[in-house]
């Protein structure tokens, strides 16, 4: 508010995502019935509303659409899963017809389609208010100085894109005053980025998992390291135990992890006093679903159906979002908000064993950082179960490396493969700027 100096007066929209805020500060010492409870009236809310006006909805959440009173969880679970191609073929017909007024102008937001299958779907205001609230939710937690400098790399918008040309920069804590946000661009080269970051000294870097460690692999090639850097906030990829010890020890860097996704948002932040993460019950409806669709107990993994319970614009209700996670035990924090205790990713990011078994891969780095002149890898099995290692090296690998590149694919998956072994100039194209460690082309 002009001529208030202090304390501050926020108006607009800094004093909704405030609001909300301080909310969610209460809410997330909610016990977790008092928080299902909640989630099941917005739900109930938000289904209604997708029976009137969405058209793909119509037939298929007519019967529970009917009732007077909140649904309970056996009604919820009745709801058919839906699922990606669904939404592809649904296109439009998954739109509202009727969208709230007080909601905001929708844009589209595209998938980066990772699993060769990208999807449109519709935020508004509404959602970008809660994705913001729940940003400044993950700051607050972390307790980062809103005053320093962070440096995002990634693939970057055509607007980012043309801020950057004209040297640009942002705030990165919205509804506060904070320090600058930098951008680099990820189609450049890695030790574009490494110079980028010697230049431009950020505090903190938010970036892919994949691109960190061959960030931190070619730091040690090359000697360039950031010299100011805290902390690395990593999204839209897996996160192996090792990569958190290699920002540590190589970069002094602590690494706090998000999981989100495009289509749905951030649905889970890392706990400020555990590794683990918790689920962002208050604009997510979550679960976890075993092969029978049963919740899964702590301990067991299982699908990831995700409702995102303020998008009214393109509804995606009990929305399979191709992910797998191990469910954890509740938080000594305190935080009543359901706790992840890893997440595993995709199917696609599992192997087959000849037995027909599937197997999470455990990409230990420590086999293949022992390569000196290896920059980036990537272990793709083929639809007839053969394993190749693709390599981006800075020269051939002698024998005696080949053989330990091989060794390491064995030890990441437990069994005795015939590895064979691909030279590339470079990583395929991946959509987003993410790279995969495993890619599986099996199909079941």
């Known amino acids: 508010m002009p001529g208030i100096v202090w304390p501050a007066v926020p108006v607009g929209q800094d004093a909704a995502t405030l609001a909300l805020l301080a909310q969610l500060e209460m809410s997330q010492w909610w016990s977790p019935e008092v928080l299902l409870h909640r989630q099941l009236e917005q739900a109930t809310e938000l289904l ?3 029976a009137r006006t969405v058209p793909f909805y119509r ?14 969880m ?27 007024k007080g909601h905001g102008a929708w844009h589209d937001v595209t998938t980066s389609g ?9 935020w508004n205001a509404v959602t970008h208010q809660f994705h913001t609230a729940i940003t400044l939710r993950d700051h607050i937690w972390h307790r980062r100085n809103f005053s320093a400098k962070v440096g995002l790399a990634r693939r970057q918008s055509e607007k980012t894109l043309d801020a950057m040309k004209a040297g640009k920069s942002a705030r990165w804590a919205t509804s506060y005053r904070s320090g600058p946000m930098v951008f680099f661009e990820l189609a450049d080269s890695v030790d574009d980025a490494l110079n980028w970051m010697a230049k431009e000294e950020p505090d903190y870097l938010i970036t892919y998992p994949g691109y960190l460690r061959a960030m931190i692999q070619q730091s040690e090639r090359s000697g360039i390291k950031p010299s100011r850097l805290r902390e690395v906030m990593t999204f839209g990829g897996i996160v192996p135990d090792d990569l958190r010890t290699l920002s540590a020890t190589r970069w002094g860097a602590k690494l706090v992890d998000m999981y989100s996704t495009q289509e749905v948002g951030i649905m889970a932040l890392e706990c400020p006093n555990h590794e683990h993460l918790h689920v962002q019950s208050e604009s997510v409806l979550l679960e976890v679903l075993d092969e029978k669709g049963d919740p899964c107990a702590p301990g067991e993994v299982g699908r990831i159906i995700a409702t995102p319970l303020h998008n009214f614009a393109t509804p995606l209700i009990r929305y399979f979002v191709g992910d797998y996670a191990e ?11 359901p706790v992840l205790r890893k997440i595993y990713g995709r199917a696609r990011n599992m192997m087959t064993l000849p037995n027909g078994e599937k197997i999470w891969v455990a990409v230990n780095d420590s086999g293949f950082y022992a390569i000196e002149p290896l920059r ?23 024998p005696e490396e080949e053989a330990v590149a091989r060794n390491a694919v064995r030890s990441a998956t437990g069994y005795d493969f015939d590895v064979q072994l691909d030279y590339v ?20």
């Not at 037939?59 to 309970?72: P, Q």
């Not at 839906?82 to 017809?97: F, I, K, M, P, Y």
């Not at 954890?328 to 908000?337: F, I, N, Q």
């Open 74 to 100: 056996d009604d919820w679970r009745s709801i058919p899963i839906l699922h990606r191609a669904e939404v592809q073929e649904a296109g439009d017909a998954l739109a509202t017809q009727r969208p709230i």
């Open 425 to 444: 100039d470079a990583m395929p194209s991946v959509l987003g700027g993410k790279l995969e460690d495993v890619v599986s082309e099996v199909v079941d």
């Open 59 to 72: 037939d298929r959440l007519a019967a529970l659409a009917e009732g007077t009173g909140a649904l309970t």
């Open 114 to 122: 990772s699993t060769g299958e990208p999807v449109v779907v519709q």
């Open 327 to 337: 469910v954890g035990h509740p938080c000594d924090s305190g935080r009543g908000l």
């Open 376 to 398: 980036q890898f990537q272990i793709v099995q083929a639809a007839d179960l053969t394993v190749k290692l693709k390599l981006v090296v800075d020269r051939p690998l002698t």
């Open 48 to 50: 209604r509303f997708s």
